[in-house]
T-cell receptor, first 114, second 114 residues
């Protein structure tokens, strides 16, 4: 069964609204969580890495004020897309990892901004 | 820096024919290697992984992959392709320690014809 739960799986909202995506590790404590973005017909690109209780590390070109990441506990990380616009429409995938162990991926969230 | 190259963007094979998807990697340390499959609009499904030991790895759905250190390759194979194998395939590389994220190739889209 799934070891990483991502919610919601699909969201449609109006331009200018903020959207929160949750990522939970179900049966292990994730020391690190990763957020990826995947545009249509492209590969997964790492957006940021977050460790519990500390600020996320963003990849070059990813706006930290646009994509707010909160890693409040060892089992929960959230990604908030603030003031979303159509160009933010994408497939967002989270991943969780316990140090030294393989990454587990959520099923992704399809975000559509109208 | 670590990187993954999947030279073939799109491959078309006939149902029942054999398949080989190529993957080359560049990694400074001992790599963990993975193959994932993604159907349209879906998340990632892990096909197989290599950590150490036997360089020929068996996965789900009849797939296998062979790690060749001298060639920095981890090619995916299947002896007889089924129409349901049509999907996007991603090769990924990561560290076997710490909390570094997986790095993905650009993917190979597999089409299966009758």
């Amino acid at each position: 069964g799934a070891v990483v739960s991502q919610h919601p799986s699909w969201v449609i909202c109006k331009s200018g609204t903020s959207v929160k995506i949750e990522c939970r590790s179900l049966d292990f404590q994730a020391t690190t969580m990763f957020w990826y973005r995947q545009f249509p017909k492209q590969s997964l690109m790492l957006m940021a890495t977050s460790n519990e209780g500390s600020k996320a590390t963003y990849e070059q070109g990813v706006e930290k004020d646009k994509f707010l990441i909160n890693h409040a506990s060892l089992t929960l990380s959230t990604l908030t897309v603030t003031s979303a616009h159509p160009e933010d429409s994408s497939f967002y995938i989270c991943s969780a990892r316990l140090s030294g162990r393989p990454q587990h991926f959520g099923d992704g969230t399809r975000l559509s901004i109208l | 820096a670590q990187s993954v190259t999947q030279p073939d963007i799109h491959i078309t094979v006939s149902e029942g024919a054999s398949l080989e998807l190529r993957c080359n990697y560049s990694y400074g340390a001992t790599p963990y290697l993975f193959w994932y499959v993604q159907s349209p609009g879906q998340g990632l499904q892990l096909l197989l992984k290599y950590f150490s030991g036997d360089t020929l790895v068996q996965g789900i759905k009849g797939f296998e992959a062979e790690f060749k250190r001298s060639q920095s390759s981890f090619n995916l194979r299947k002896p007889s392709v089924h129409w349901s194998d049509a999907a996007e395939y991603f090769c990924a590389v990561g560290a076997n320690s710490g909390n570094t994220p997986l790095v993905f190739g650009k993917g190979t889209r597999l089409s299966v014809i009758a």
